[in-house]
Structure formats: structure tokens, C-alpha cells
């Protein structure tokens, strides 16, 4: 069963804090992305990368950085945390090849709390 | 961005079919218009997806507008498992490594027992 995983379910962090959230993904997918979902809001694009590092800001990146040192990993970084980045973050890949088209593989989501 | 429109909630009897539909006026023709859904505390999982024909998988159907203007996702036989949001989103490819999904809050189905 193909699979993106993410490193933490839970994570709790003080302000000011480098927080690191890691995801890998199995499947050889060219494509990862860094999403946010907070209620009422949907989920919301922060970085993507599309090759080893490259990478793209999305929608709402201000506040975050990303790493992707290798293909299978992609790292959503946080210099300094705040409140306001209390959040469930989501990793998703994603296939750029020609008849791959599956759609975004999602993992289950960590939920940070800035305290 | 291409957006799309979907109505924020919707409920249905288990064991009937359900069509949840989606409008997406701003379509280009390279977009492919996509379906996923989010169990509760749960990432979202994709479901089925299509760029001008309809589409039938296991878990679903996906009929598309003539004009592409609008979808519809359909359950053929809804179980409680179903219960989810249902996220109906443009795949937006602008050149290779550019591309992005954009989604919006979706359509919270409640399956009725």
C-alpha cells in the first residue's frame, strides 16, 4: 500500500521554538506540497516542490520554510513558532508522469499546537 | 486561481444514491477536474477524477457538464462510511512542476440511518 507518512500525529511546541515537521513518501512521486487545514478555512497551499531542491511557494507561506534534500522527503520548517500556527498540517505527493494521474496521496496530518 | 462552488452541506438516506454536485465556471481546458473526500481526523483521500468524459471507479462516478462547466459526484449506494467532506477541486497545470490543487471547504455529507 503506497503511503506518505508523517514523522508526529501530535506535536506541542513553545513560542519562538525551530519547529520541524518531516514527511516522507514511498511511491517515487516528483510532486510533495505542504498544506495547512484550519475549521472554516479549508486547506490551504504553504510550499510545494516539484524536484529535489526545487521549491514553490503556495498560498500562504509567509512564516515557513521547506527543505527537500532528497526525493522520498520533504521538510515543512518553522524558524520561529507562534500561536498563530497552531494548525492540522497535511504532506501530500503527487505523480508529474504522462498516465500517472492518481491524484494527491495525503498523510494523516500532524496537529501542531504553539503554546 | 480556478475556484470552484459547492454547497456546504448535504444529507442522505444510507442505501441511496447521492449526487454531490460542484460548479466550476472558470475551467481551462487543461484542468482536471478532481474529487476527494476527508474522514474525520483523517488526511483527505482521493476518489475519482476526470477531465472531459465520465468516469466510474470503485468507490464512485463522475459525470462532467458537456461545457465542463460544472460535476457531479455520485455514490451510487451510500453507507455510513461515506460520511465525509467531499472536496471538488480544478488540477491546475501550468507548465511542468507547476501545478497546484486549491481547495475549498467542501460539502459535509451526513449519511441518515
Known amino acids: 500500500d503506497v503511503k506518505v507518512t508523517q514523522s508526529s500525529r501530535y506535536l506541542v511546541k513553545r513560542t519562538g521554538e525551530k519547529v520541524f515537521l518531516e514527511c516522507v513518501q514511498d511511491m517515487d512521486h516528483e510532486n510533495m506540497f505542504w498544506y495547512r487545514q484550519d475549521p472554516g478555512l479549508g486547506l490551504r497551499l504553504i510550499y510545494f516542490?516539484?524536484?529535489?531542491?526545487?521549491?514553490e511557494k503556495g498560498d500562504i507561506p509567509e512564516g515557513y520554510s521547506v527543505s527537500r534534500e532528497k526525493k522520498e522527503r520533504f521538510s515543512l520548517i518553522l524558524e520561529s513558532a507562534s500561536t498563530n500556527q497552531t494548525s492540522m498540517y497535511l504532506c501530500a505527493s503527487s505523480s508529474l508522469r504522462t498516465g500517472e494521474d492518481y491524484g494527491y496521496t495525503f498523510g494523516s496530518g500532524t496537529r501542531l499546537t504553539v503554546v | 486561481d480556478a475556484k470552484t462552488t459547492q454547497p456546504n452541506s448535504m444529507e442522505s438516506n444510507e442505501e441511496e444514491p447521492v449526487h454531490l454536485p460542484c460548479n466550476h465556471s472558470t475551467i481551462s481546458g487543461t484542468d482536471y477536474i478532481h474529487w476527494y473526500r476527508q474522514l474525520p481526523s483523517q488526511g483527505p483521500e482521493y476518489v475519482i477524477h476526470?477531465?472531459?468524459s465520465n468516469v466510474n471507479n470503485r468507490m464512485a462516478s463522475l459525470a462532467i457538464a458537456e461545457d465542463r462547466k460544472s460535476s457531479t459526484l455520485i455514490l451510487h449506494r451510500a453507507t455510513l462510511r461515506d460520511a465525509a467532506v467531499y472536496y471538488c477541486i480544478l488540477r491546475v497545470r501550468r507548465g511542468f512542476g507547476n501545478e497546484k490543487l486549491t481547495f475549498g471547504t467542501g460539502t459535509r455529507l451526513t449519511i441518515i440511518p
Open positions: 476526470g477531465l472531459t
Open positions: 516542490s516539484y524536484d529535489v531542491k526545487m521549491k
